[in-house]
């Protein structure tokens, strides 16, 4: 029985380390933006941007982590019935 639980905490562990995995990668999105998708758009490093070009930048960061955030949470709850906001 002991056996049992020191598995399932070790699965559990597991599950909360791919989604937190996953969170560092919703963030790092925002590398791949910064530093690949907008310069070949602007042709010109995130440093030479406008203000608008800089404002724009971060709506869509802030965008891409609001969807990141909600897929997780919709993932976590789905596949494997982890409700944060549950008591």
Known sequence: M???TARKKV???FIFLFF??????GLGLEMLLAFLIEP???GIG????????YIIHLIVTCTLWGVSVFLLLFFAKK???LDIFSK
């Open 11 to 13: 699965k559990d562990g």
């Open 2 to 4: 002991k056996e049992i």
């Open 79 to 81: 596949k494997f019935d």
């Open 20 to 25: 937190a995995l996953l969170a560092f990668g």
């Open 40 to 42: 070949l758009i602007y």
């Open 46 to 53: 995130l440093e030479d941007f406008s203000t608008t070009q």
